[in-house]
């Protein structure tokens, strides 16, 4: 069985600053991992995915994350955060199969 | 290229009363799912059909949920009678082929958003 967990609710950051988003999962086999953003009244759009190939994945955005087996993480993170970052994000891991099992998100928000 | 199309952008009900929900894939996709996202929570998947056949239906509360895809291209989802507990939004995602959503090929529609009085 597969499952995600999303530390923090809520995350605020000022613009300009580094954006750090927590995921950490469970999995029988080895996992995919994905994550993805939901903008406004908006369907989830994917940042980017890991699949066992190289374990620091870069997505769309500047948005980057780290897989770590020995730590059961794929935290996202960006470097400098942008006012246009505001959105909720969702973790999420899959066995292989079409069942993908989302975290309970992360709504980031960015001041000026 | 048009992305997954969902209607209505929202609906309000009472509860006990019925409602459906439409969803019209990219053309050429396969594979469609139907997603519950209640508020706070991630998006759980509720049934998956592989042109109008049945793939994963395991999380779908079939006493009162029900879906289909009669000519493999677009879908109804209904709920009767309607709970207060089904406030939420509902997502359409649609695939070219099973085993697609590991990847890129994945797309979600915008949902529609339900509100249970």
């Known amino acids: 069985a597969q499952s995600v967990t999303q530390l923090g609710s809520h995350v605020s950051v000022s613009e300009g600053a580094l954006v750090l988003l927590r995921c950490n999962y469970s999995?029988?086999?080895?996992?995919?991992l994905f994550w993805y953003v939901q903008y406004p009244n908006q369907g989830l759009q994917l940042l980017l995915k890991?699949?066992?190939?190289?374990?620091l994945v870069k997505g769309i955005n500047g948005f980057e994350a780290e897989f770590k087996k020995s730590e059961t993480s794929f935290h996202l993170t960006k470097p400098s955060a942008h006012m246009s970052d505001a959105a909720e994000y969702f973790c999420?891991?899959?066995?292989?199969?079409?069942?993908?099992?989302f975290g309970t998100g992360t709504r980031l928000q960015v001041f000026p | 290229e048009a992305g997954v199309a969902q209607s209505p952008r929202y609906k309000i009900i009472e509860k006990r009363q019925s409602v459906a929900f439409w969803c019209n894939p990219i053309?050429?996709?396969?594979?469609l799912y139907w997603y519950q996202q209640i508020l706070g929570q991630g998006p759980k998947l509720l049934i998956q059909?592989?042109?109008?056949?049945?793939?994963?239906d395991s999380q779908l509360p079939k006493d009162r949920f029900s879906a289909e895809r009669l000519k493999g291209v677009d879908s109804t989802l209904k709920i009767q009678p309607a709970k207060l507990e089904d406030s939420a939004v509902y997502l359409c995602?649609?695939?070219?082929?099973?085993?697609?959503?590991?990847?890129?090929?994945?797309?979600f529609g915008s949902g529609t958003q339900l509100s249970v009085l």
């Open positions: 890991y699949t066992s190939a190289a374990t």
């Open positions: 995602a649609s695939s070219p082929t099973p085993g697609e959503a590991t990847n890129e090929k994945l797309f």
């Open positions: 053309s050429g996709h396969a594979t």
């Open positions: 999995s029988s086999v080895p996992p995919y």
């Open positions: 059909f592989q042109n109008n056949g049945v793939v994963d």
């Open positions: 999420a891991v899959s066995g292989g199969t079409d069942k993908l099992i």
